[in-house]
């Protein structure tokens, strides 16, 4: 079993940014995959950056050049750097992991919300 537990969400005007922290409680060195997902109201939750085992990271287009996802293993923390925040990235950020091939793992969820 992982825990998760992401924080940094909050309130901010379009072009801030904000850092969205995932805790692990045990060792993340050997996860396949973390990721953070989005789901805003009334849509579908969407992947939003992923970093790979061996730290190749992958991002959905609207985020691309704004958003940079990191992981810092000694402390067992995923980050998801966001810059220039758009009223559209406005939604509920889960933490997501993916432990060998098939146990998946999420957080409880962080709100951001950007106004315009």
């Not at 992982?2 to 060792?27: F, P």
Request: proline share 2%.
């Amino acid at each position: 079993q992982v825990q998760l537990v992401e924080s940094g969400g909050g309130l901010v005007q379009a072009g801030g940014s904000l850092r969205l922290s995932c805790a692990a409680s045990r060792s993340i060195f050997s996860f396949t995959r973390m990721g953070w997902y989005r789901q805003a109201p009334g849509k579908q939750r969407e992947l939003v950056a992923t970093i790979h085992i061996g730290d190749s990271t992958n991002y959905v287009d609207s985020v691309k050049g704004r958003f940079t996802i990191s992981r810092d293993n000694a402390k067992n923390t995923v980050y998801l750097q966001m810059n220039s925040l758009k009223p559209e990235d406005t939604a509920v950020y889960y933490c997501n992991a993916l432990v060998g091939l098939l146990s998946q793992y999420w957080g409880q969820g962080t709100q951001v919300t950007v106004s315009s």
